[in-house]
């Protein structure tokens, strides 16, 4: 006996396979992390004197196309991890600020030559396809990491001096 054959879907009526947008597919679209800025500038910092540090806290739109869908995405950074590069780390949740309303520093104990810090930010994610109003949140979390060039930790030895008698030949 012959049994009887479904008959083939038709491929107007045939949905899509749903969507699905991973933290790996936005973590491949996230090439600069959230910036580091150090206060004050330059590549030397002074013992014992507070560093500022601080990076941006935007949230990054972007956009890209999976499945032949264009998808918009937003990542926002939610905590940041700070390695000062002396074996101690901060983790917060706040950005930190410039001067005078800092509120990330830290103050090195020893001096060194080749001092890198580096910054983790950890991001979460939502998508939703290009002209849409339905986000979906991204399962897991995105993290990225910069590092500063080498930088030197330098001890400044404050000398006391009575330039009177300097200046009146004494």
Same mark, same amino acid.
């Given at each position: ?6 008959? $083939? &879907?038709?491929?107007? %009526? ?6 699905? *947008? ?7 679209? !996230? *090439? ?12 030397? !910092? ?10 941006? &806290? ?6 890209? =196309?999976?499945?032949?869908?264009? !998808?918009?995405?937003? $990542?926002?950074? #939610? ?8 074996? %101690? =780390? %901060? ?9 005078? /309303? ?30 849409? %109003? /339905?986000?979906?949140?991204? #399962?897991?979390?995105? #993290? ?7 930088? =030197? ?18």
């Amino acid at each position: 006996p012959t049994r009887p054959t479904a008959p $083939a &879907p038709d491929p107007a %009526t045939t949905t899509p396979p749903p969507l699905i *947008v991973t933290a790996h597919d936005i973590a491949t679209l !996230i *090439v600069d992390g959230s910036g580091i800025t150090l206060q004050p500038p330059g590549n030397t !910092i002074l013992l014992h004197m507070p560093l500022i540090a601080h990076t941006n &806290p935007a949230t990054r739109t972007l956009t890209t =196309t999976i499945a032949n869908t264009t !998808i918009d995405i937003e $990542a926002t950074p #939610t905590t940041y991890t700070w390695n000062w590069g002396d074996n %101690t =780390t %901060t983790t917060t949740t706040d950005p930190g600020h410039p001067y005078p /309303n800092h509120t990330i520093t830290h103050q090195y104990t020893t001096t060194n030559n080749n001092t890198t810090i580096t910054l983790t930010t950890t991001w979460t994610a939502r998508y939703k396809p290009t002209n849409t %109003t /339905n986000w979906k949140p991204i #399962t897991g979390y995105i #993290t990225t990491t910069q590092t500063t060039p080498p930088l =030197t930790i330098h001890r400044l030895t404050p000398y006391l001096t009575n330039d009177t008698q300097h200046h009146h030949n004494h």
